[in-house]
């Protein structure tokens, strides 16, 4: 059983330019979780999808970062206009259930740096 | 609003000493609360799951233990080794609407000395 893929494992982009970040979810998982580990902090909530719909995006930054889920085909958090300060390592998680005594499953990160 | 606190911050013990790390939270509202370790520039490593009706979770040389009503967890490691040198983080699955987010500590860098 595959779990969490995220790719890319490493994306380097320019201030300005755009990231998309993909997570395809443990197969049967229709609930996704993205958060943030930016450098020396801890993890953040940034939001919560289950297919087709944004549950709760309380942790995202309000301009340039968006979030979908569709009905085929991975998760996208992305990142329009990126800036230095969005450099961090980004995990997606998945869960069977948004039930909260399910266990979420984590991706492997996509470390994004920002130049 | 929950908040989730690993003290110590950094451990450096030699090898084979057992260890205690520690996890506190204010809320004790909470579905479960999990160890998870993190090599450096990796992922999320799942070490232990603590239901909110369990006392306790054992894998191996781990042992984590949950007190909900006073807000802490323990994490301990016997016979710590090389291998076991990472981060640690505990984090909490909190009662939160549709969320139930999992609410994250900053983490207890550990480091086992050959």
């Known amino acids: 059983n595959a779990g969490v893929m995220q790719n890319p494992r490493h994306l380097v982009r320019r201030r300005g330019q755009e990231a998309r970040l993909r997570c395809s979810p443990v197969k049967g998982h229709s609930h996704v979780y993205w958060y943030r580990q930016l450098p020396e902090e801890g993890l953040k909530f940034m939001v919560y999808?289950?297919?087709?719909?944004?549950?709760?995006e309380s942790g995202m930054p309000k301009e340039r970062f968006s979030a979908e889920f569709p009905k085929e085909g991975p998760s996208i958090l992305r990142i329009q206009q990126v800036v230095r300060g969005d450099s961090a390592a980004y995990f997606c998680a998945s869960s069977l259930s948004a039930s909260g005594d399910y266990e979420q499953y984590f991706g492997p990160g996509t470390r994004l740096t920002v130049t | 609003k929950q908040e989730v606190t690993q003290i110590p911050a950094a451990l450096s013990v030699p090898e084979g000493e057992n260890l205690v790390l520690n996890c506190s939270f204010t809320d004790s509202a909470i579905y479960n609360l999990q160890w998870f370790r993190q090599d450096p520039g990796k992922g999320l490593t799942s070490l232990l799951l603590i239901q909110s009706s369990q006392r306790e979770q054992t894998s191996g040389r781990l042992n984590a233990s949950l007190d909900k009503s006073s807000g802490r967890s323990t994490l301990y490691i016997a016979a710590s080794q090389p291998g076991d040198s990472a981060t640690y983080l505990c984090?909490?699955?909190?009662?939160?609407?549709?969320?139930?987010?999992?609410?994250f500590g900053t983490g207890t860098l550990l480091a086992v000395q050959p």
């Open positions: 999808l289950q297919k087709e719909n944004i549950i709760d």
């Open positions: 984090a909490v699955r909190s009662y939160g609407g549709a969320t139930n987010k999992l609410i």
